[in-house]
């Protein structure tokens, strides 16, 4: 049975939309009569064990899913959400308040118990991030020309120093715009949690900055910040796109086949932290 098959399923003859394809697929659905929901589906049983983890350590914030039922179809694992919200980050460039009630998500994830969270002594500490900041880079160098990156930028990636952090706390180390949704009455959630671990505070905090930036304009990234309660400074921002943008080039080389030139804006945002 496919994921949508699920999904279909689960509305009992009612619209289904999907709203996100990744490792993991995620649908709105519209149960005739039902509470429209969202219904995640898992690729593996490691993702959902991960996000089941995650969230019961994390319930309680404000912006963290709850859990309305969990359930399986031929050993695919799914669980129910209420309804999030139709919008996301991404989708809304004029909504300061949205991405300032993000920052105060993510600084709230920060904050929580650490070790409800995760098993791991340490987390992704300094010593870690350094080790992983150079391996990115010279794992990359095997798709330098699939992703058409001058050997020149490679090099100076190999050179650069890797971005100062903090000490590991409880993380969702990919908050991107989309992740972040909303609803109409503005309240937002964050989703897709199966990658939560100990990190860098700066981790999360750079990335979210960073895409939305990108994406929705620096207004939104600036609320963002004042909903988070501090900043980065422009050096230690850019040290941190440029191990994010060499994270996601290398990710796309190793799981996607031909040349890659809808990257091409990545490899320019590489280029421009590095060579400011």
């Known amino acids: 049975m496919q994921p949508v098959d699920i999904a279909k399923q689960l509305a009992g003859g009612g619209k289904v939309q999907e709203i996100t394809r990744g490792t993991n697929r995620v649908f709105r659905i519209w149960p005739e009569g039902g509470n429209v929901s969202l219904i995640k589906v898992y690729s593996s049983p490691t993702h959902e064990r991960r996000e089941r983890r995650a969230l019961a350590a994390l319930a309680g914030i404000e912006g963290v899913p709850q859990v309305v039922d969990r359930g399986s179809v031929e050993d695919i694992s799914w669980v129910r959400f209420d309804d999030p919200g139709t919008w996301s980050l991404a989708s809304l460039p004029e909504s300061p308040g949205a991405a300032r009630r993000a920052g105060q998500i993510l600084h709230a994830v920060h904050l929580a118990d650490q070790e409800a969270l995760s098993n791991l002594s340490g987390g992704m500490d300094a010593e870690w991030l350094a080790s992983d900041f150079r391996s990115t880079f010279e794992r990359l160098g095997r798709y330098r020309r699939k992703l058409q990156i001058p050997p020149e930028l490679l090099q100076k990636a190999l050179t650069t120093d890797p971005p100062p952090c903090g000490e590991p706390r409880a993380a969702h180390t990919n908050p991107r715009p989309e992740s972040f949704l909303v609803?109409?009455?503005?309240?937002?959630?964050?989703?897709?949690?199966?990658?939560?671990?100990?990190?860098?505070?700066?981790?999360?905090?750079?990335?979210?900055?960073?895409?939305?930036?990108?994406?929705?304009?620096?207004?939104?990234?600036?609320?963002?910040?004042?909903?988070?309660?501090?900043?980065?400074?422009?050096?230690?921002?850019?040290?941190?796109?440029?191990?994010?943008?060499?994270?996601?080039?290398?990710?796309?080389?190793?799981?996607?086949?031909?040349?890659?030139?809808?990257?091409?804006?990545?490899?320019?945002?590489?280029?421009?932290?590095?060579?400011?």
């Open 183 to 276: 609803d109409e009455s503005g309240k937002v959630t964050l989703i897709d949690w199966e990658w939560a671990t100990l990190a860098p505070p700066e981790w999360d905090f750079s990335l979210a900055t960073w895409l939305l930036r990108l994406q929705a304009g620096p207004g939104a990234a600036a609320a963002l910040a004042e909903g988070y309660g501090a900043a980065l400074s422009e050096a230690d921002l850019d040290a941190w796109i440029a191990y994010h943008a060499g994270m996601i080039l290398l990710q796309e080389a190793e799981t996607r086949d031909g040349r890659l030139d809808n990257l091409t804006y990545m490899v320019d945002e590489l280029r421009r932290v590095l060579t400011r």
